[in-house]
């Protein structure tokens, strides 16, 4: 972002953090064509061995060398995704820290605020652009890299080492969600700065915060949509849809109750006795297949973006008490 098509606040926030920005942009830049120069080279690799006649199934003399570099390719990519996808997670404390501590907290503990506040600008207006400028600059930077990743994970799928879309690392760095995590901690970040006012404490907290954030999200996201269920009897050689995620299975009784998947487990009779005894007559299983990325991606973001409007307007209700 220009200084010079910037005006008034945001030209002093930007040029405050210019360095900052500069890094940031640079290394999201370098991370983007890491992964596009590591799929371009996987996808040249894979053309040579389909070329050379090789099979990775059915090796035969003279193909071993090729076979093990072709895998070895492939695995590195599947690796780079891993990490790529958990760097994305990662990005939302970050940036949760950064405007915590040095963007507000660091004004309020050494007061240089005040200079600000005595040229024309009102605490409300020094705070909307605390938060206008990140917010826009997160947005369309997060969005980027998040579709970024989508294409890679998608190409990646045609590979012999794949990821899951329900995998943490590959949910949380696609869709909607990496954007939502986003702003939710920019806006806690800017409400913890204001509380704390110091500029490490705040950090602290901000990164304390989004642990426990992610936690919650993650142990309630099967929840946020109506999984399908399928009931089946044990031995009928029922298989797992492809591509879904467990959300959860155990057994039913003949009265419909739902019993754990270890009821019998630890029970000191025959596990045909103990099914019996129970009244169990069959299994369930609930999941979510591949078409519930989507609905859960939206239901989780709109639960972020709710959580950071209510950080908002907090962090403009602790302005106005303390500052007017």
């Given at each position: 972002m220009s200084t010079l098509s910037l005006r008034g606040p945001a030209r002093v926030?930007?040029?405050?953090?210019?360095?900052?920005?500069?890094?940031?942009?640079?290394?999201?830049?370098?991370?983007?064509?890491?992964?596009?120069?590591a799929y371009l080279w996987t996808a040249s690799v894979s053309d040579t061995f389909a070329?050379?006649?090789?099979?990775?199934?059915n090796t035969v003399r003279g193909c071993g060398d090729s076979v093990r570099h072709f895998l070895d390719t492939e695995f590195r990519f599947y690796r780079?995704?891993?990490?790529?996808?958990?760097?994305?997670m990662l990005l939302p404390a970050f940036i949760?820290?950064?405007v915590a501590g040095p963007m507000i907290g660091r004004e309020l503990e050494s007061g240089t605020y005040k200079l600000s506040w005595t040229q024309s600008t009102s605490?409300?207006?020094?705070?909307?652009?605390?938060?206008?400028v990140p917010a826009v600059l997160t947005l369309a930077g997060v969005s980027v890299m998040s579709a970024v990743y989508a294409w890679a994970w998608t190409q990646g799928n045609d590979t012999h080492y794949?990821?899951?879309?329900?995998?943490?690392?590959?949910?949380?760095?696609?869709g909607t969600v990496p954007v939502g995590y986003a702003l939710c901690m920019l806006a806690f970040g800017a409400l913890v700065g204001l509380v704390l006012q110091r500029t490490v404490n705040a950090m602290i907290v901000t990164v304390i915060g989004y642990s426990m954030l992610v936690m919650a999200l993650n142990?309630?996201?099967?929840?946020?949509?109506?999984?399908?269920?399928?009931?089946?009897?044990?031995?009928?050689?029922?298989?797992?849809?492809?591509?879904?995620?467990?959300?959860?299975?155990?057994?039913?009784?003949?009265?419909?109750?739902?019993?754990?998947?270890?009821v019998c487990l630890n029970s000191a009779a025959?596990?045909?006795?103990?099914?019996?005894a129970k009244g169990i007559t069959l299994r369930y299983l609930d999941y979510h297949p591949a078409s519930h990325f989507w609905p859960l991606q939206l239901v989780e973001t709109g639960i972020l973006l709710v959580l950071a409007a209510a950080a908002v307007a907090l962090a403009f209700r602790v302005l106005r008490r303390r500052h007017g």
């Amino acid at each position: 972002m220009s200084t010079l098509s910037l005006r008034g606040p945001a030209r002093v926030v930007v040029r405050q953090h210019r360095r900052t920005l500069w890094t940031v942009g640079a290394l999201a830049l370098a991370g983007i064509a890491t992964v596009v120069g590591a799929y371009l080279w996987t996808a040249s690799v894979s053309d040579t061995f389909a070329d050379s006649g090789c099979s990775v199934e059915n090796t035969v003399r003279g193909c071993g060398d090729s076979v093990r570099h072709f895998l070895d390719t492939e695995f590195r990519f599947y690796r780079l995704l891993t990490y790529a996808g958990l760097v994305t997670m990662l990005l939302p404390a970050f940036i949760g820290m950064f405007v915590a501590g040095p963007m507000i907290g660091r004004e309020l503990e050494s007061g240089t605020y005040k200079l600000s506040w005595t040229q024309s600008t009102s605490p409300a207006r020094w705070l909307s652009t605390k938060l206008a400028v990140p917010a826009v600059l997160t947005l369309a930077g997060v969005s980027v890299m998040s579709a970024v990743y989508a294409w890679a994970w998608t190409q990646g799928n045609d590979t012999h080492y794949t990821l899951d879309w329900y995998d943490p690392e590959v949910y949380g760095a696609m869709g909607t969600v990496p954007v939502g995590y986003a702003l939710c901690m920019l806006a806690f970040g800017a409400l913890v700065g204001l509380v704390l006012q110091r500029t490490v404490n705040a950090m602290i907290v901000t990164v304390i915060g989004y642990s426990m954030l992610v936690m919650a999200l993650n142990t309630v996201r099967n929840d946020l949509w109506q999984a399908r269920t399928d009931t089946f009897t044990a031995g009928s050689g029922y298989r797992f849809p492809h591509g879904a995620a467990d959300a959860g299975q155990g057994w039913l009784t003949s009265g419909g109750t739902r019993l754990p998947a270890d009821v019998c487990l630890n029970s000191a009779a025959d596990l045909t006795d103990c099914l019996a005894a129970k009244g169990i007559t069959l299994r369930y299983l609930d999941y979510h297949p591949a078409s519930h990325f989507w609905p859960l991606q939206l239901v989780e973001t709109g639960i972020l973006l709710v959580l950071a409007a209510a950080a908002v307007a907090l962090a403009f209700r602790v302005l106005r008490r303390r500052h007017g």
